[in-house]
């Protein structure tokens, strides 16, 4: 009799544990993949991703609905200005590719080139922290 209570205690404990596991597991699979998956293209990636970090940083700090509002105007209206200085950004970047490459061989232009184009997938791939093992 003993012996049936305890198999029976395991096995709602098996069955509980198994289901926070594969709940995290899941959890973490959609936090990490989904958004990839669901927007393949990487401009909606990235927004969900955005929308995702704001998400946490409206829980972290608990915000209000009205500092949640005020929040996300503030970012609404930054947004051209983030815009503006990335362009720039992408412009130099080019700039200097252009001005390096003047430099360099044949040889050295296309390990250049290689170079930069593993960099460049490299960028877009998430970080290491949430990259499968």
């Known amino acids: 009799m003993i012996a049936g209570a305890l198999k029976g205690k395991m096995l709602v404990f098996s069955v509980f544990f198994l ?26 990636a990235n927004r969900a991703k955005a929308d995702r970090d704001v998400n946490k940083f409206n829980d972290y700090l608990e915000l209000t609905a009205e500092q949640k509002a005020q929040v996300s105007q503030i970012l609404k209206d930054s947004r051209p200005e983030y815009k503006k200085i990335s362009d720039q950004m992408d412009a130099l970047r080019k700039q200097n590719r252009s001005q390096i490459r003047a430099i360099l061989n044949d040889e050295q232009k296309k390990k250049y080139d290689d170079f930069n184009e593993g960099r460049g997938n490299r960028q877009r791939q998430p970080p290491a922290a949430s990259r499968p093992k």
Do not use: C, Y
């Open 19 to 44: 289901g926070i596991v594969s709940g995290a597991l899941l959890t973490n699979l959609w936090e990490t993949r989904a958004p990839q998956i669901v927007a393949s293209d990487p401009k909606s």
